[in-house]
């Protein structure tokens, strides 16, 4: 007894959690034994009988033994696997608001079959989120036969399918799609006209495959719905030339007064600085080639973009890299994601960087564009009523799942001890001695049959090793943004015996590396599980050939600045049991160590001595290292939280633009709504002239003069005072007199075209207008974030500050949609109506919605 209470006392909170669900792990393996005497149909009954016992009280908590039994009992039945234990508490751990790290290659895609199972009885819809197309295509494909046994229903959600597509994948009960199409989606439906065009429904259960990826990695770029604004891309060129006129600062000299230079790098913030020296050029230049007159100064307020346009130029050309930041496709500048080495395409930087690097490289320079709609990931993914994720590396960015996202984070043990072998990194003296150690490893493994992963930070480093492996005539697949359509099949071929693959990074990540490969069998696979085929027989030989050889061996070539893409790299090796190794191999000319590691380090290793060739090893090494690479990861999460905190202040006033548009968009009759809005205009118009208890006759014509303008009231207020003398002493009695008026004109004009197309009018006048302020706004106060830093020096908060800001902005903005939207309908109603209804009502007739819509854009007329 005291035995298990001093246990208790010193587990760690991670082993707590997994003791407490072994119980219902017990449970559910309790329940399997009943299933076994079921037939198919009375297998797949039990969905029904799930539902309506939800339905008449039951909650899915509840329900959880006994789903994840039936799940785990089709799936045996279905695909010849049973769930692990492992992959039970993985599951649970998935539908209780957690993250589930589980190892590579430990089954993830079957595990989220038991909470996606068990949500999608709710009858919502449950949202798994995959990375990429490729993934969410297979993992569809794979499980629709799973979740159809059981009569759910699987949708697909991925980029290019049509609108039609895109519903029926939301309305199934399970819903594979991107991260990305999900977010853009959401976007979407909060700029259509009317409900019918809406995809989407109720945000209710998503559950993240890859989780760190997508809620780290890519959390710094917000999701963005653009729209092109007509600009000249010729200054982009112009600008561009100017480049080779500017001199870099020399490193020796940075931190000296002297001006020797024009501009420096800083590489750390990855921005450009400009000397007084070379803003002086810039400016003689400017005059030079005629951007400016020599009487004008670069530094007036109209002339102040041509230093903004200058640094996008610099940093194009010295900041931002060909084959490492992006690449060039179909004459195309393509991003290439800085920590997944993965091609971004349809992504473009912002701020005019795009056309800056379009320019660099002389390829079509597109449109400045402006922001129609944006969200960042954080902000949608906590739309979600329920959200989990799962990866094989969670635990290192643990804090900020929880502090971001409210998501605990649970490490699931492996179904097989792990026994990789993961060896203290190799530090060498230059990047020459560096790549010649990792020629003679991969040399070595080659020789012995071991298959050999080799992980890069960037193309361009992948590309240089391939040039030097094909010098020594080793065989190898390269595995970059380029092939990002093969990586699947390409990745699963890395643990044939010999095979030497380069990656960038996470590419192949959701693939699993099977030792003697497997994917070549994938149109064979009856015979591959048949134990006396003749490729199983060759597999088998393999798999005790590379088992042997030591299993996988991965190579890194240098330290992300992230550890848990180090971890990621290392597990791909050592799945199920598997013997593997891995080795990192480092350089002082490393960017990590150059930029963040200490000083002492590089000095320790220089004084010891070390010759060309030779390298150090060391645990002190491995700390300093790691220590360095949590300094970078805490300067991504300060960016990515404030991304975040600046984001959540605009998050408010998205969800009351997106809540009014919806309420327009589903109330058939916004007349109501309008004439309460009329209300307020004139009640605010009247107020100017008139004040106090007694009505000041002095104001009339002039009053007057303002609501014809505004409203088209052509009475006389003293027609009013003539017929009912008590107004004279109560001023809100003629005001309410002077609103019903005008009111009733209004409603009577609009009866001159049918309710229903009157309703119609007004509705699309108000979504318009709204969706006109609101892209202005975000335009507005995308400009005011870039500028708001600028108050620190006057010892203000830039937070605070923006925040105060953006609400004026905002609280301005809505009375500037009142104010025009009755502007517009009045112009509408009042102005030629006689002869445009018949347009209106023949457009309507035919359901041309969107010759409509645009009939009434080119009538409002904003202020």
């Not at 600009?231 to 020797?260: C, W």
């Not at 903005?813 to 025009?820: C, D, G, P, V, W």
Request: proline share 2%; aromatic share 10%.
């Amino acid at each position: 007894m005291l035995g298990k209470i001093i246990n208790n006392f010193f587990m760690s909170r991670n082993e707590r959690i997994l003791k407490n669900l072994n119980d219902l792990v017990i449970k559910i393996n309790f329940l399997e034994k009943d299933l076994l005497k079921l037939s198919d149909n009375e297998l797949k009954k039990k969905t029904d009988e799930f539902k309506l016992r939800l339905k008449y009280g039951d909650t899915v908590d509840s329900l959880l033994p006994e789903a994840f039994s039936v799940i785990r009992e089709a799936s045996k039945r279905v695909f010849g696997m049973r769930h692990f234990d492992v992959q039970i508490l993985g599951g649970i751990i998935l539908h209780r608001h957690c993250i589930a790290e589980m190892r590579t290659g430990e089954g993830k895609t079957l595990t989220a079959t038991l909470p996606a199972y068990l949500n999608a009885l709710v009858g919502h819809g449950v949202h798994i989120v995959t990375m990429n197309d490729y993934l969410a295509k297979r993992d569809a494909s794979k499980n629709r036969i799973l979740f159809e046994f059981l009569g759910l229903s699987v949708g697909l959600n991925i980029s290019g399918i049509s609108q039609q597509d895109k519903k029926i994948a939301y309305l199934a009960d399970i819903t594979y799609g991107t991260n990305h199409e999900y977010g853009f989606d959401y976007l979407r439906d909060n700029m259509v006209f009317c409900q019918t065009q809406k995809v989407q429904r109720k945000l209710y259960f998503a559950l993240i495959d890859e989780v760190d990826s997508i809620l780290i990695d890519e959390a710094r770029t917000p999701l963005v719905i653009s729209g092109p604004i007509e600009d000249s891309n010729s200054l982009y060129q112009r600008i561009n030339s100017l480049v080779p006129f500017l001199i870099p600062k020399n490193k020796k000299n940075y931190n000296k007064i002297s001006q020797v230079g024009d501009f420096y790098i800083d590489s750390k913030q990855r921005q450009i600085h400009l000397t007084e020296k070379g803003l002086i050029k810039i400016e003689n230049l400017l005059v030079k080639y005629n951007f400016l007159l020599k009487t004008e100064s670069l530094y007036l307020s109209k002339n102040i973009f041509f230093i903004h346009h200058m640094l996008l130029a610099l940093k194009a050309h010295y900041i931002f890299l060909k084959n490492i930041d992006y690449i060039i496709q179909d004459k195309k500048i393509i991003i290439v994601d800085e920590h997944t080495g993965r091609i971004m395409s349809g992504r473009r930087w912002s701020d005019g960087l795009h056309q800056a690097i379009e320019a660099k490289e002389n390829v079509c320079i597109q449109n400045d564009t402006q922001t129609l709609a944006t969200i960042t990931l954080q902000n949608y993914f906590r739309l979600y009523v329920k959200l989990s994720g799962m990866t094989g590396t969670a635990s290192t960015e643990a804090f900020e799942f929880n502090s971001i996202y409210n998501l605990d984070t649970v490490v699931i043990p492996t179904n097989k001890p792990m026994i990789r072998h993961d060896m203290s990194d190799l530090i060498y003296l230059s990047e020459t001695d560096k790549m010649n150690a990792i020629l003679s490893d991969i040399k070595d493994c080659v020789d012995r049959q071991q298959p050999v992963l080799v992980g890069t930070v960037s193309i361009e480093k992948s590309e240089q090793i391939s040039k030097l492996l094909k010098k020594i005539n080793i065989k190898h697949n390269i595995l970059n943004a380029k092939r990002h359509a093969q990586e699947a099949n390409i990745i699963a071929q890395a643990g044939e015996p010999a095979a030497v693959t380069i990656a960038t990074n996470m590419a192949g990540r959701g693939t699993d590396i099977v030792l003697g490969g497997i994917n070549r069998y994938k149109n064979n696979i009856k015979h591959y599980f048949n134990k006396n085929s003749s490729f199983n027989k060759l597999w088998c030989k393999k798999n005790k050939l590379v088992v042997k050889s030591g299993g996988l061996h991965i190579i890194g070539t240098e330290r992300h600045e992230s550890r848990r893409i180090d971890n990621q790299l290392r597990g791909r090796s050592g799945r199920q049991g598997d013997p593997g190794s891995s080795r990192f191999y480092l350089s002082l000319d490393d960017s990590l160590i150059r930029f963040f590691a200490s000083d002492n380090i590089i000095s320790f290793i220089k004084t010891i001595g070390i010759q060309k060739s030779q390298s150090i090893e060391h645990p002190w090494l491995n700390i300093a290292i790691e220590r360095a690479q949590k300094k970078i990861e805490n300067q991504n999460f300060d960016a990515r939280k404030q991304l975040l905190e600046y984001d959540n202040i605009i998050n408010e006033q998205r969800a009351v633009i997106y809540h009014e548009r919806n309420k327009l968009i589903k109330n058939s009759n916004i007349h109501d709504h309008i004439l309460s809005i009329l209300k307020d205009r004139i009640y605010f118009c009247i107020k100017q002239y008139m004040s106090g208890d007694v009505v000041n006759a002095d104001s009339f014509l002039a009053l007057e003069q303002e609501l014809k303008n505004n409203f088209y009231f052509i009475k006389s207020i003293n027609k009013f005072l003539e017929h009912d003398t008590t107004l004279y002493n109560n001023v809100d009695k003629l005001i309410d007199l002077i609103v019903t008026t005008i009111q009733f004109s209004y409603s009577k004009n609009t009866q001159l075209i049918t309710n229903q197309y009157s309703n119609m009018i007004e509705k699309s006048v108000m979504l318009q207008i709204l969706d006109i302020f609101w892209v202005e706004h975000l335009n507005t106060v995308d400009f005011l974030r870039h500028s708001i830093h600028l108050r620190g020096y006057a010892q203000q908060d830039p937070q605070q500050e923006y925040k105060r800001e953006s609400f004026f902005m905002f609280q301005t903005m809505l009375e500037s949609i009142k104010n025009n939207v009755i502007k517009c309908l009045i112009n509408i109603f009042y102005m030629d109506f006689e002869q445009k209804k018949n347009i209106y009502t023949r457009l309507l007739d035919q359901k041309d919605y969107d010759a409509f819509h645009m009939l009434i854009m080119k009538s409002i007329n904003i202020n």
